[in-house]
């Protein structure tokens, strides 16, 4: 008896651990109050628990994350988080307050409940700028602003049944007065009166005296407009430091700059310095000889100017070719000598678009993109077009771009892993997986440091790669149905480099995110080579995250990232 006794306490000794308690951390979607049906949950406990909500299976992961969906009532909602091992259970109850969002009701008190100037934020602005406002008040009221310049208030059938929305614009004339004092907006109804400031005082922009900024900073850009998202506005391009340009007007952080007589753009404040001196021009200038020569690895365009001015460029394929935009500049040249040292360039012209605008045609040998940059030397402007390099991996230069780091973490997956460290760790088995091939390799970081896009930039642009290969992992949607792989490109002469490693990717069975083209991202930016950003899988999806915790699925993505760039090279110029 003693002995079948001690074999029992033996196998519940055994059995014990077993049994213990599921553990269940939620990690994401426990807030106390949302406004939207649709709610994910994601959370974390060991690979041999199961678990449901509201009494729905979710698959666990062999990271033990799990996720799911749950679809919401108005009003307070208990969801139910159960995980199980054996006989033991753990029960989570979440109390989640979904709010559905009131429709806007009329204001229905003696207040001006809202009024906006758009642009927001505006400070200086030019003759025949058009101010609009909007404000919502009482309905059916008298409703003014610039000393007494009447405000309309809109039929319902535009503002979506809400009565009591008025609006109105007015253009800015010369030497206006009307800004020499802060803005306010007038409501009348019943006898009674309001006002309300809504804006400080405009500087009016006097054109007989123009105010002047010149580009400043590492890597000065121009953006299109006033959009933004959350990886800033979409950029024109980079341009060079010393560049005059005038201010046309200014919102927030960003001045309005005039190019040409029909050209504006956008540029930070932070990218630009006043230009103290009166009475500076506006940047024009005739364009004189220019000469088109090859030497060393690259090719090069001269021209010269008077002054340096403000330029874009795009890249056009089918036939391949860079084109310039010279914004101030007038053709007064009577020759382009072209050398036969020319080995990327095929052939250089011009015409005039505009009274003000010159675009520069550069015509390519290859099919392929290789890269170009734009710089002055004093005032003459330089175009400079990279040859093509030898079509094998094998002595090619590759940088390879590890996103975030240091105080960056990316994105966050479900088990804590972070996209920093995900992205170090396949930039170094890249690496070597291409060093295996005989490629010549640079990181722009091998650590877990900060280094901000400009300093990467400018650190590329030193280095002078044959290619770049930003390494990213992705996040964001469901984290159930938003998975897999995508490739990024900004200019349409490199997106074959993309759709390549793309193809390759999607060998290993991943789902299809797609290839992105005019991305508006950092390192997808500069034009002085080939360049792809690669978002190997979705962080936020538990099924995605656990690929990039598995060692062999890494190592099987960075081959298939080294096929495509391989497949890229060979077929460059087929």
């Known amino acids: 008896m003693k002995r079948i006794a001690t074999i029992v306490v033996l196998i519940l000794l ?26 994910f949950i994601r959370g974390l406990t060991s690979p041999d628990c199961s678990v449901s909500v509201n009494g729905n299976p979710a698959t666990v992961y062999n990271t033990g994350a799990f996720a799911a969906e749950v679809t919401l009532n108005v009003g307070s909602n208990d969801v139910v988080v159960a995980g199980k091992r054996g006989i033991e259970e753990t029960v989570n109850v979440l109390r989640i307050l979904y709010i559905q969002p009131e429709k806007p009701k009329p204001t ?100 007989d005296n123009p105010t002047m900024v010149r580009s400043a900073g590492p890597n000065p850009y121009l953006n299109y407009g006033l959009g933004t998202d959350r990886l800033g506005g979409s950029k024109i391009g980079y341009i060079v430091p010393g560049i005059t340009m005038q201010v046309a007007s200014k919102v927030g952080s960003l001045y309005k700059v005039q190019l040409s007589k029909r050209h504006y753009a956008w540029i930070p404040n932070s990218q630009v310095e006043l230009v103290e001196t009166k009475g500076i021009f506006r940047p024009e200038s005739l364009t004189s000889t220019w000469r088109v020569f ?76 290789w890269g170009y940059g734009i710089y002055y030397q004093d005032n003459m402007l330089v175009i400079r077009v990279k040859h093509q390099p030898k079509l094998a991996l094998k002595g090619m230069h590759i940088a390879i771009d590890a996103g ?57 642009r030193e280095l002078e790669p044959d290619i770049l290969i930003s390494m990213h992992n992705n996040a964001g949607g469901s984290p159930l149905t938003t998975k897999g792989s995508s490739t990024y490109y900004r200019h349409i002469g490199y997106r074959p480099l993309s759709v390549a490693i793309l193809k390759k990717i999607l060998e290993l069975s991943v ?16 034009t002085e080579f080939p360049n792809v950003l690669v978002e190997g899988l979705f962080m936020s999806s538990p099924e995605d995250e656990a690929k990039l915790i598995d060692n062999e699925f890494k190592q099987k993505l960075v081959r298939k990232i080294a096929d495509g760039l391989n497949d890229f090279i060979i077929n460059a110029n087929k």
């Not at 994401?28 to 949302?34: F, P």
């Not at 690259?298 to 460029?313: F, G």
């Not at 722009?444 to 930039?457: E, F, N, Q, Y």
């Open 108 to 207: 229905s008190t003696f207040i001006i409940e809202e009024a906006k100037v758009f642009p927001e934020n505006i400070s200086m602005v030019s003759p025949r700028d058009i101010i609009k406002i909007r404000v919502k008040t009482l309905p059916n009221s008298e409703v003014s602003w610039l000393n007494g310049k009447p405000l309309y208030e809109l039929p319902l059938n535009e503002t979506d049944g809400l009565e009591g929305i008025y609006q109105g614009q007015y253009v800015v004339k010369e030497n206006d007065r009307l800004f020499d004092s802060p803005i306010t907006v007038t409501m009348k109804n019943g006898g009674r009166s309001i006002s309300q400031q809504v804006l400080n005082m405009l500087t009016v922009l006097d054109a």
């Open 511 to 526: 789902e299809n995110y797609g290839n992105v083209g005019g991305f508006n991202f950092s390192l997808s930016s500069p």
């Open 404 to 460: 975030h780091g240091g105080t960056s973490l990316g994105a966050v997956g479900t088990t804590g892993l972070t996209e920093k460290e995900v992205n170090l760790t396949l930039t170094k088995m890249l690496k070597a997986e291409l060093e295996k091939r005989g490629a010549k390799i640079t990181l722009t970081r091998s650590d877990d440091v900060d280094i901000s896009m400009t300093d990467r930039i400018l650190m590329l």
């Open 14 to 39: 055994e059995v014990a651990p077993l049994l213990a308690q599921p553990q269940i951390n939620i990690v994401s979607g426990k807030r106390d109050t949302v406004y939207t049906a649709r709610h």
């Open 294 to 369: 090859g030497e060393g690895k690259y090719d090069y365009v001269y021209i010269n100017l008077s002054e340096r001015l403000a330029y874009r460029s795009f890249q056009q394929i089918n036939p391949s070719r860079i084109v310039v935009d010279l914004y101030g500049a007038t053709t007064n040249t009577a020759w382009i000598t072209q050398f036969f040292s020319l080995k990327e360039i095929k052939n250089v012209n011009y015409e005039q678009i505009e009274d003000d605008v010159l675009r520069i045609f550069i015509d390519l040998n290859n099919k392929q993109h």
